[in-house]
Each structure stands twice: as C-alpha cells, then as structure tokens.
C-alpha cells in the first residue's frame, strides 16, 4: 500500500508565499515523475507543475516565474514553492506520483494525495 501525505496549505494574502510538501510512503520500490495539481469550485483539475525523477521540469503558463517544484529522492518527498500568490491561484491542491510497486515491476501506478487546500485573500 501507497499513502500520499500533503501539508503546507493555508491562508495568505495576496502577494505572500506558501511552500507545499508531499512525503510518499508505504511499498515504493522507486517513484518517476510527481505532480501537483489544483482543482478550484467548478473547474476541472489542472496540472500546476511536473518532475521527473532526474529532476526535469514543466509547468503551467498561468505560474512559471513564480512556483517552483522540486523533489528529494532519498525522501521520496516532493516540495512546491509558491511565490507571488494571487487570488486566482485559491484551490485544492493534490500531490501525484507515478510508483514502481516492485523492482520488476514494468509499469508505474499513479497515486494521489488526499489534497490541501490553499486560499488567497485579495
């Protein structure tokens, strides 16, 4: 079994910053690539940012120059650093990862955390 654990959400005024976490745990052999997304009151979930396992990364247009995603392996543990917060970036944010389960395993199987949720005040 594979828990995503999510902290790091919050209030904050607009212009502020919040850092969120994401520890997996539970039978992970390696992990490839982890995400964040958001998902806000009647919108569909939405890829914030992405990280492969050597570290390449891509983001959404709506916050490159201000977010930054990072990860450390050895924690199996995935950070988002949001900067500049605006009103707009107000929603649930959910952690992703793609687990390899064993070491023969041939595929990865997604998970997700349960979400934490991240409101900006104008």
């Known amino acids: 079994q594979v828990q995503l654990v999510e902290s790091g959400g919050g209030l904050v005024q607009a212009g502020g910053s919040l850092r969120l976490s994401c520890a997996a745990s539970?039978?992970?052999?390696?992990?490839?690539?982890m995400a964040w997304y958001r998902q806000s009151p009647g919108k569909q979930r939405e890829l914030v940012a992405g990280i492969t396992s050597g570290g390449s990364t891509n983001y959404a247009d709506s916050v490159k120059g201000r977010f930054t995603i990072s990860r450390d392996n050895a924690k199996n543990t995935v950070y988002l650093q949001m900067n500049s917060l605006k009103p707009e970036d107000t929603a649930d944010y959910y952690c992703?990862?793609?687990?390899?389960?064993?070491?023969?395993?041939?595929?990865?199987?997604?998970?997700w955390g349960q979400g934490t949720q991240v409101t900006v005040s104008s």
């Open positions: 539970g039978s992970i052999f390696s992990i490839n690539r």
């Open positions: 992703n990862a793609d687990i390899f389960v064993a070491y023969n395993s041939g595929y990865t199987i997604p998970y």
